[in-house]
């Protein structure tokens, strides 16, 4: 496990995602430190943000603000798209290896799946086609640990962990890159 490295609150982090087996960045972008916590740490992006999809060779600049939560060990991340009023639009949780802190950046392979949950904590599994396409090229391991990695962020919306807000109303599903 690598552990979560002190990052000062406000620090400015790369956020990187990789393929494999060829080792290619698919997407990154850059965020604030928001909160640190023992094994976890809690990152913003403000509304405008700006997301670089090189395996599309596109940037987006996000129409919403959005937090996302990094915990050692676990193959996930994720956390709440907010509109500009702080009201949560959606969330989206990333189905990927451990992550990776290192001064400056935060990296880890993307396993392709994607959990998204609305405001209400209804979630929806998607990509589940791609990631059995791919499977065969990844280590065993990573192969049963996405697997359950679904699991765990359904059961982590059913908790509302941290930083799962309470459910609120929920919305349309929103349009992604």
């Not at 392979?109 to 990509?127: G, M, N, R, S």
């Not at 499977?135 to 982590?156: F, I, K, N, S």
Request: aromatic share 14%.
């Amino acid at each position: 496990m690598t552990p979560v490295i002190r990052y000062p609150i406000g620090q400015v982090v790369r956020i990187e995602f990789w393929k494999y087996p060829a080792h290619t960045l698919h997407y990154w972008w850059e965020a604030r430190v928001h909160e640190m916590r023992e094994d976890a740490l809690l990152v913003h992006m403000p509304l405008g943000f700006e997301f670089h999809h090189e395996s599309k060779q596109r940037v987006l600049r996000v129409g919403h603000q959005a937090y996302v939560a990094f915990f050692v060990g676990r193959w996930y991340s994720g956390g709440p798209d907010l509109d500009a009023e702080g009201r949560v639009l959606e969330y989206y949780w990333n189905i990927q290896t451990p992550p990776r802190f290192e001064p400056g950046r935060i990296w880890q392979y993307d396993l392709e799946i994607d959990v998204k949950c609305k405001a209400d904590h209804a979630c929806q599994t998607f990509d589940l086609e791609e990631f059995a396409g791919k499977a065969p090229l990844y280590p065993a391991e990573w192969v049963e640990q996405a697997l359950r990695a679904v699991q765990q962020v359904e059961e982590h919306m059913r908790q509302g962990a941290w930083p799962v807000r309470p459910p609120e109303p929920g919305r349309g599903w929103l349009e992604r890159l």
